[in-house]
């Protein structure tokens, strides 16, 4: 019987430790539309809590990061779980321009994102760089300074993202 609960137990936790470092994983989905059967294909990390926990109500935030493309341009975002409210923002003609800091891996820099008012999304303003970056990088960690929070940090693993992004490019090749 205690041989019988061992193999059990090793089982299990082979098939716990599968799907974390499965759920770790990039993935990919494609959005049709219906009008014009145009096709978007989206490369997608896994969604990941800030570092630390946030205080109510934003406690239950999660974000992940996106690349989008359509054979035509490509983009780089990344969405939350409920709208980000960023301060120390430069307001605009209904977005607002964040200024912060991103680290690959061990290399800090600078860069500009926006955000639509209200909006859930976050978008990269330089996307040829942060899409070179993602596909050499382990991880980027990404600093924001949230109302009542201070600087807020979110790592997105980056472990299949190169394979991700380049799947969603061969689904325009002919």
Excluded at 22 to 43: C, L
Excluded at 92 to 106: A, F, P, S, V
Aim: glycine share 4%.
């Amino acid at each position: 019987m205690k041989k019988k609960i061992f193999v059990l137990s090793i089982l299990l936790i082979f098939v716990l430790s599968f799907t974390v470092s499965a759920s770790a994983q990039w993935d990919t989905f494609v959005s049709k539309d219906e009008m014009t059967e145009e096709e978007t294909w989206y490369a997608t990390s896994p969604y990941v809590a800030p570092t630390e926990t946030m205080g109510f109500p934003y406690h239950n935030v999660e974000a992940s990061l996106l690349v989008g493309y359509n054979g035509k341009s490509e983009w780089v975002y990344i969405v939350f779980s409920e709208a980000p409210n960023i301060i120390d923002d430069e307001t605009k003609d209904g977005y607002n321009l964040i200024y912060t800091r991103i680290k690959w891996d061990d290399e800090i820099e600078n860069v500009k994102l926006t955000q639509d008012w209200g909006s859930k999304f976050i978008h990269f303003r330089s996307d040829e760089t942060i899409i070179s970056n993602i596909m050499k990088s382990n991880t980027v960690l990404l600093e924001l300074d949230w109302y009542g929070e201070g600087e807020v940090y979110f790592r997105f693993p980056l472990e299949g993202s190169a394979d991700a992004i380049s799947k969603i490019h061969s689904a325009f090749e002919d």
